[in-house]
């Protein structure tokens, strides 16, 4: 603690968490952007929550000494990143239809000629050529 001037009956609490930019609330009121310093706070001690989207709320209580600063340094957890899935398998009523990608489609194209090679046979045995 640093020994500083401060109004009688009161200290100085200066707060930091990691990462930077937590909620900082001291017995209900909310003080944001850590790092953040806050004077003339009554001396005794004071609750105190750093929050953070994301992260884990800290809890704890801080005891303020008459004419010091006491500081916090609060290193936030993240919050678990687990993602709950549901083992079931999936089930489908029809059957997904087929998906052809950009191009021609070389299945109609094949008995597309094949068709055309047919009939030009037949047209030459009819015609006896």
Excluded: W
């Excluded at 004071?46 to 010091?68: A, L, N, P, R, W």
């Excluded at 500081?71 to 678990?80: E, F, G, R, V, Y």
């Amino acid at each position: 603690m640093v020994s500083l001037y401060t109004a009688p009956g009161t200290g100085v609490l200066s707060f930091r968490s990691n990462p930077e930019g937590a909620t900082i609330t001291i017995d209900g009121i909310d003080y944001s952007g850590a790092p953040v310093t806050i004077n003339n706070v009554p001396t005794g001690q004071h609750q105190f929550v750093v929050k953070m989207q994301g992260y884990k709320d800290f809890e704890d209580t801080i005891e303020v000494v008459e004419s010091k600063m006491c500081c916090a340094n609060i290193d936030l957890q993240a919050l678990s990143s687990e993602v709950a899935c549901n083992p079931q398998p999936i089930e489908t009523r029809e059957p997904m239809p087929p998906i052809f990608v950009q191009g021609p489609d070389y299945k109609m194209l094949v008995i597309g000629l094949l068709l055309g090679a047919l009939i030009a046979l037949l047209y030459k045995n009819k015609s006896g050529r």
